[in-house]
């Protein structure tokens, strides 16, 4: 992998309310561990599809990850025991939408990005 994933990402709902964060610890280029943080701000955000995963992912602790190179950024596999995979498909901005299986299908969930930087 030519660049290196960041080690926190802002996770949002669909429509770009904050739910958390994931904090990235790599192992080598293509794996590591993650844990998840849930600081959402209301009972609808936590109650999105997006904060029930997270809250699930948080009670959970450390989930393994692996990263693949793809067309457009990265694809990030976590893979939970005993609850669904994720996916975090991201460009080479590092953005882009979470995807997991929520009542027997596909589907995006909400969107990773960057944590801004503060001076």
């Known amino acids: 992998m030519d660049n290196e994933l960041p080690k926190a990402m802002v996770l949002k709902t669909i429509d770009g309310r ?37 809250s699930e992912l948080k009670v959970s602790g450390e989930h393994k990850y692996v ?15 005993g609850l669904p995979n994720v996916q975090v498909q991201l460009n080479y901005q590092f953005s882009g939408d979470i995807v997991t299986d929520i009542e027997g299908r596909v589907a995006c969930i909400g969107t990773a990005e960057l944590v801004e930087q503060s001076a």
């Open 18 to 54: 904050h739910v958390g964060f994931m904090l990235l610890a790599p192992n080598s280029g293509e794996s590591g561990e993650c844990v998840f943080s849930l600081s959402a701000s209301s009972a609808e955000v936590i109650d999105s599809n997006l904060g029930v995963v997270l």
């Open 67 to 81: 990263v693949e190179t793809i067309k457009d950024g990265y694809l990030i596999n976590i893979a939970p025991i």
